[in-house]
């Protein structure tokens, strides 16, 4: 015998499938937000930073690639192991003409015992409201979601990665953005 609760469970369960099976939910939804989209102008942004004269723009790389990743928390497991592949990988970056920037919700005095005891030698913003993190679709209450973007040197959004693995992920990165140098 079918009972309210079971018939209920069925239609929910079968809206689901139909939602999934037409794929009534915007792609440009990720669990952070709205992500921005592709080749279109990549929102601008001011951060302050560790490094430097204490803020950066994204507009201050215009003529270079940006590989913006976004980071849940400095001193983390996955974002150390993130952090140290990209520190790795810096030279291959440097050499492709881009610019690695690291976002997360933790202050510049973070960033800057992070940078230290790992290494870094490329820049943290401090992203404490997260303003940026929202207008990039990586905001969760917070703190940032790993997501990272790669824009090119016009300042439009090429790439949008989403689902990144720390272990593999500059490797991922830097074969993407030979793709788009190349094209």
């Not at 973070?110 to 997260?130: I, N, V, Y």
């Amino acid at each position: 015998m079918t009972t309210r609760r079971n018939l209920i469970s069925i239609f929910l369960a079968s809206c689901l499938a139909l939602i999934t099976w037409f794929n009534f939910i915007p792609n440009t939804w990720a669990l952070g937000g709205k992500l921005p989209e592709l080749n279109q102008p990549a929102p601008e942004f001011t951060l302050p930073t560790n490094t430097g004269d204490g803020e950066i723009s994204l507009s201050d790389y215009r003529g270079k690639w940006v590989v913006l990743y976004f980071y849940p928390k400095d001193f983390t497991s996955g974002c150390t192991i993130e952090a140290r592949r990209f520190q790795q990988d810096l030279p291959k970056y440097i050499s492709r003409n881009a610019q690695i920037l690291g976002v997360s919700a933790d202050d510049i005095d973070s960033h800057a015992e992070f940078c230290d005891s790992e290494g870094l030698k490329f820049p943290l913003l401090a992203d404490t409201d997260g303003s940026v993190s929202k207008a990039y679709g990586s905001w969760m209450s917070f703190f940032s979601m790993r997501h990272t973007f790669i824009i090119d040197p016009d300042g439009m959004l090429e790439e949008i990665f989403l689902g990144v693995k720390p272990p593999i992920h500059s490797q991922e990165v830097l074969a993407r953005l030979d793709d788009l140098q190349q094209s």
